[in-house]
């Protein structure tokens, strides 16, 4: 990807995200490089943080811990990821290998996990509960 594509493809993710990315900007463009290695750690983190945001909201309801897991998973789902990515345009964005034909629902659920992980390591918490509400993912009190 050249220098000017990169430079445009940060500033549409943070424009979207209405997020900065001021520590480190590159996290988004490894987290839109679906076949790196990175983009596979980010997204495991970004599991772990939208969950941990999700619970963090979740205690501070009345709703049974069977209710929140299973709106939890649901948010979560690779079903859900994918749909939500494509109609924000993520797909769009995504860097591939030179071979890649088409990009799978599962391609956009692991780049959706990976960019909540380049959210925490940029903002933490707040940053990932930013991104699930403008993803949709049922950030906030009346989600849960």
């Not at 941990?52 to 049974?64: A, E, H």
Request: hydrophobic share 45%.
């Amino acid at each position: 990807m050249s220098a000017i594509s990169q430079i445009a493809t940060i500033s549409s993710l943070k424009a979207l995200f209405i997020l900065e990315f001021e520590d480190d900007p590159q996290q988004l463009c490894n987290a839109m490089q679906q076949s790196g290695a990175v983009n596979k750690r980010l997204s495991q983190v970004g599991v772990a943080a939208a969950s941990l945001s999700l619970w963090t909201q979740w205690f501070l309801t009345t709703q049974s811990r069977g209710a929140g897991d299973k709106k939890r998973q649901t948010y979560l789902s690779n079903a859900n990821l994918a749909r939500q990515g494509r109609a924000l345009g993520i797909d769009r964005h995504m860097r591939c290998n030179a071979g890649t034909e088409f990009i799978s629902d599962s391609m956009v659920a692991t780049t959706m996990e990976a960019l909540l992980g380049a959210a925490f390591y940029n903002g933490g918490l707040d940053s990932v509960a930013q991104m699930l509400r403008v993803m949709d993912l049922g950030s906030g009190l009346d989600a849960m």
